[in-house]
């Protein structure tokens, strides 16, 4: 899972990014020769952790976040570079200013939020409009001309694309064109530190459900400082300002829900590992998350819920209590579920 942090100067974006990583940076974009930060965090799971306790494995894995620093925009907007920057991550978090930055300006987190989406409009009409012209002319792609006309009247309309009721096959058909309007988007309000327990403007939040958004509140320069310490002294601030955990553990948890993610799990004495797989996915594809050959070759899913296995201590004791089932292709992965392939290729 790769996100990319944006905001315009000033929002505390390189702070959020420090929060989220435990990283120190530099704040301010250009600080590394204008290239933006780039982070990598496990991804914290308890029932890894129970099913580790229990095997014992040579490794074990996580689930994986990248972040990316975009870089600033300012009051007129992204550069084209930025923007094109944006295009190859998974999803998009905006950070938002909630705070006085002793500029005498006021924060307006709904201003800056609507913006950011007029503009990212604005780009995916751009690229639309030059294709529609392209096709028109040679007629070469009809099915790919009458579905790009639609996105036209929508981005006109500034409509994202994310909001249209897009078949399987027409989301595969304009997948190269990485549509930043079609991307996932969290919010993230940075607030002063007093302000970290209260709730986020109404507006915001009514914005955001209209527009199907992510939103998180943090305050990034508190919880920079608190991700850059102990497990043990990280808790006991967290507690202090009535939070119940870190702002990276609620970023996850919100871009998981904005992805559609679940985690399926594996685990045995050699590896216990979380792999991060679209919700939804039958069995053959999630299996294709491991390995191509399991996915071609798939035969059946033994399937036992995390909390059987670590209750029962053993696939045996499992399959015994009637715990483990046995699954065919059609058999949807859930959250949670430990899954043994069986494959011939």
Same mark, same amino acid.
């Given at each position: 899972m790769k996100i990319g942090l944006v905001g315009l100067r000033g929002c505390g974006k390189s702070t959020v990014f420090g929060a989220l990583t435990g990283m120190a940076v530099e704040t301010g974009y250009g600080s590394r020769g204008g290239k933006g930060n780039i982070g990598v965090v496990k991804v914290p799971d308890p029932r890894v952790d129970a099913l580790a306790a229990l095997f014992k494995p040579k490794r074990t894995v996580y689930a994986e976040t990248a972040f990316t620093?975009? !870089?600033? !925009? &300012?009051? &007129? !907007?992204?550069?084209r570079t930025a923007l094109n920057a944006m295009r190859n991550v998974d999803a998009l978090c905006q950070v938002l200013r909630a705070f006085d930055d002793g500029s005498g300006d006021a924060p307006s987190p709904l201003r800056e939020a609507n913006g950011l989406a007029a503009e990212l409009v604005l780009a995916d009409l751009e690229i639309v409009e030059q294709r529609v012209a392209r096709l028109a002319k040679d007629r070469s792609n009809p099915t790919e001309l009458d579905l790009l006309e639609r996105l036209k009247d929508a981005l006109e309309s500034e409509t994202p694309i994310r %909001?249209? %009721?897009l078949r399987p096959d027409e989301q595969k058909l304009i997948s190269p064109y990485a549509f930043l309007t079609q991307k996932p988007l969290l919010l993230v309000l940075n607030v002063a530190e007093d302000a970290i327990a209260d709730p986020p403007p109404s507006d915001l939040v009514e914005e955001a459900n209209r527009r199907g958004l992510g939103l998180v509140v943090l305050s990034a320069k508190v919880e920079m400082d608190i991700a850059q310490m102990s497990a043990e002294e990280q808790q006991e601030f967290l507690e202090a300002l009535g939070l119940e955990e870190s702002a990276r553990d609620r970023f996850v948890r919100a871009a998981y829900a904005l992805l559609d993610l679940v985690s399926?799990?594996?685990?045995g004495e050699d590896e216990c590992r979380a792999w991060p797989i679209p919700k939804g996915s039958p069995a053959p594809r999630a299996a294709g998350k491991i390995h191509s050959d399991i996915e071609r070759g798939f035969i059946r899913a033994e399937v036992v819920p995390w909390q059987d296995l670590v209750e029962l201590g053993s696939e045996a004791r499992c399959r015994e209590a009637a715990k483990l089932r046995v699954e065919g292709k059609s058999y949807v992965i859930q959250d949670g579920d430990v899954v043994n392939f069986r494959f011939n290729v």
């Open positions: 620093d975009l !870089g600033c !925009g &300012s009051e &007129s !907007g992204f550069d %909001d249209l %009721d399926m799990l594996t685990a």
